[in-house]
């Protein structure tokens, strides 16, 4: 069986200002309207997702909820794991490796440089730092989500709202 992850970079947020928690950023206009497009491309395409998981943060959790929109699942959907948040890209395998094999595709959003470094560890793939927005598709073939680990994973597409822009 094929199982697909998509990794997604949050979108455009404010920056951070000294009164204001990291956590607690907001996306900008520009970061909605990008995340919106990048959804709507997910949903032209067919894409599917079982579930929706992301960091707790504002700007990941609106990410997700833009996403979760133009893809045509409830927004209340979307399941929230504090660890997406400064847990690394160990938290990111511990999302998937708990997943159960009823799903077959699912979303993580979450935060750089943890998603940029989590792509590469699955698929051995140079993406560099993920750009804001950006989403990558990784397929996983006879496996199991727990068997998921460091080169097991093919890179389809790697997409960023800027290059949405262009088409």
Request: proline letters at 3%; glycine letters at 6%; charged letters at 25%.
């Amino acid at each position: 069986m094929k199982r697909t992850l998509y990794v997604v970079r949050h979108a455009k947020a404010e920056d951070r200002a000294t009164f204001m928690r990291d956590h607690d950023r907001e996306l900008l206009p520009e970061g909605i309207m990008a995340a919106a497009r990048v959804g709507r491309y997910l949903s032209e395409k067919g894409v599917v997702a079982n579930r929706l998981i992301s960091s707790t943060a504002h700007r990941a959790k609106d990410t997700a909820k833009v996403f979760a929109e133009q893809l045509g699942v409830e927004t209340e959907a979307v399941e929230l794991d504090e660890k997406l948040y400064e847990g690394g890209p160990k938290a990111y395998l511990a999302a998937v490796n708990s997943l159960p094999d009823s799903c077959e595709s699912v979303m993580l959003f979450g935060h750089n440089p943890d998603v940029s470094y989590f792509t590469e560890y699955l698929t051995h793939q140079d993406v560099g730092s993920m750009s804001k927005g950006s989403v990558v598709a990784i397929t996983f073939e006879n496996l199991h989500w727990a068997e998921v680990s460091g080169r097991t994973g093919f890179l389809q597409f790697y997409v960023t709202p800027k290059e949405l822009l262009k088409q």
